[in-house]
């Protein structure tokens, strides 16, 4: 058995269980959105912004990070969306679907892509937070498989790329300190409490 007949495979299999669980298809519908994961993180984010805290400025940098990264990763995903183009489930197998028909390449998987970038940020900032944050976000991305728009190798492969971004960005730790800096005079000019 090949990667990809065993990537189908554990896509049918997951997928098989939708609508037999009717709470739990109620709880994906909820989580496999575009809005409900990348929300929630962005506010906890926003929340580790300004939190006060003895290491506020190490959240800081890793906001900014997860702003960067998320501009890095879109370009990313734009690109390799010219060059490999990947069906999605529901276009060539009998899916049980509890999510509209997206019109973009299934691989990598955006959703998770963003999902784990954030989650890894948040994660890098406060490891309590950020692992609740991790959680979510590979129930975001299970759930896009779940809800039959997705491969696993889809997700998979969005979430790797999404804490590579994040980690690498993260790592440039000097013009991180400065951009965060450069936002906080920009928020004391606006009047706005940190």
Known sequence: M????????????????????PVFDDLVKLVVNEYFVPVTLALILLYLWFRPSNVKERSQRMVVSASISIGVLSLIIALSNHFFVRVRPFGELSTNLLFYKPTDPSFPSNAATVGFALATAIFFANKKIGSAA????????FSRVYAGVHYPSDVLAGALLGVAVIYVVSKFDRQLKFLGFTIQKIQRRLNFED
Do not use: E, Q, R
């Open 134 to 141: 991790l959680f979510l976000a590979g129930f975001y991305a």
């Open 2 to 21: 090949n990667l990809l007949s065993l990537d189908k495979n554990l896509f049918l299999f997951i997928n098989s269980f939708v609508g037999k669980f």
